[in-house]
């Protein structure tokens, strides 16, 4: 089976689940590894009242044993405090006297397609398991790949270079991502994170919500993983499909994205030098890809995340109960959550290139795929050299 994951769990309901399959035997892999992550997810400026609440946490289920996984999936549990003041609106039992229904579907929100598609009358069903909480679980199943990348030399980090009005030029941004924990907005420049700050803050007193954009560096990923044979091994692709499937992300890029398209080929392309007998690049323009396989550049992927669907100041729909005119449904919400997306980034980022080098070197376990990667990378490197 191949690297990857599946989540379960709402909200508000007891607690986050997340299954990773493919994982190999004799990776070190401790809570601690994964709960780095999870509270770097919590983090950052405009993050709304939930988090106050949670102390997120993984538990591992099986998979791993005295430190070490054993090659079979791991399971991992995130409880959910909260969920001991919404018990009566989401257990899984029956109850007696059941909550008022929603019926005032959000704009932007997965709500009223949601109900339309699962022909449900109540959009507490959509919303539980379409919020973001849901990525919880992803950023789990993304600390154990990120573990097994760092075995190899790959290091995987994020920054926030727009937020509103406030910006920071997005190859600074790539090239100082490594420094980004060190501000609230995940921006390594300090003066553009008051910056933004300030507009996160009045969007809050609008009573209002912002979005932004974030990139995500992976350094040391070997030249070719992914593949040009068969459309659904592109790794390009596969990168952007995950990114795309985080909450409100709106678009995706690879280096200079959609710049790329209004300069002529030789502004694009990253020139291919020889140094000391060993094969270099003048440039990362295309952001460490090319036919859909990694190039041994960083690779470099960004994403625009739209505002959030949930504010104070409640946009106009329809109550789906009486087909009256009025406003939308509210519940707790940040003002902005552009500086967790970058970090929730990060591990989809991770869970594919696992995937995608797993997929080149093998799965079964560590020992053997070390093997394979030492003797591919010292193949690769005498390419080009002087016979």
């Known amino acids: 089976m191949r690297f990857g994951f599946s989540t379960a769990g709402e909200s508000h309901g007891p607690a986050e689940v997340a299954l990773v399959h493919g994982v190999p035997a004799g990776l070190g892999l401790l809570a601690g590894d994964v709960n780095r992550d999870l509270s770097r997810r919590q983090k950052g400026y405009g993050r709304g009242g939930r988090q106050k609440i949670e102390r997120d946490e993984v538990e591992f289920l099986g998979g791993v044993r005295h430190g070490y996984t054993l ?43 949601g109900m339309q598609k699962y022909d449900f009358d109540d959009l507490r069903n959509v919303l539980e398991r379409s919020s973001a909480r849901e990525t919880t679980a992803r950023v789990a199943a993304g600390g154990v790949a990120r573990k097994f990348l760092s075995e190899f ?81 592109k790794l390009d692709a596969r990168l952007a499909a995950a990114m795309m499937s985080i909450n409100a992300i709106k678009g995706v890029e690879f280096g200079m994205g959609f710049d790329l398209a209004a300069r002529r080929s030789s502004e694009v392309q990253d020139e291919i030098l020889s140094e000391d007998g060993r094969l270099a690049r ?3 323009r295309l952001g460490g890809l090319e036919g859909g396989m990694t190039n041994g550049e960083p690779v470099v992927v960004s994403a ?70 030492n003797a591919y990378t010292d193949r690769v490197a005498s390419t080009g050299k002087r016979i």
């Open 153 to 233: 030399g790959v290091e995987i980090s994020s920054a926030v270079y727009r937020i509103g009005d406030a910006a920071y030029p997005k190859q600074n941004a790539a090239f100082d991502a490594a420094f980004s924990d060190e501000s609230e907005v995940r921006c390594p420049d300090p003066d553009v994170s008051e910056r933004m700050k300030a507009e996160i803050d009045a969007a809050r007193y609008a009573r209002d919500a912002l979005g932004g954009e974030f990139v995500v560096v992976a350094k040391g990923c070997p030249p070719g993983l992914g593949s040009y044979v068969d459309w659904r091994d």
């Open 71 to 113: 090659g079979s999936p791991v399971a991992m549990l995130i409880r959910n405090r909260d969920y001991a003041n919404w018990e009566h609106r989401m257990t899984p039992d029956p109850v007696e006297d059941p909550p008022q229904k929603i019926t005032l579907p959000r704009p932007g929100h997965a709500d009223l397609a």
């Open 304 to 373: 625009a995340m739209k505002p959030i669907s949930t504010i104070a100041k409640a946009l106009r729909t329809v109550d789906l109960a009486t087909g009256e005119p009025t406003r939308a449904f509210k519940e707790r919400a940040d003002s902005c959550a552009v500086p967790a997306a970058a970090v929730i980034g990060e591990s989809m980022a991770a869970i594919v290139l696992a995937e995608a080098f797993l997929d080149k070197f093998g799965m079964d376990n560590l020992t053997d795929i070390r093997a394979a990667y």
């Open 282 to 284: 003048a440039s990362n």
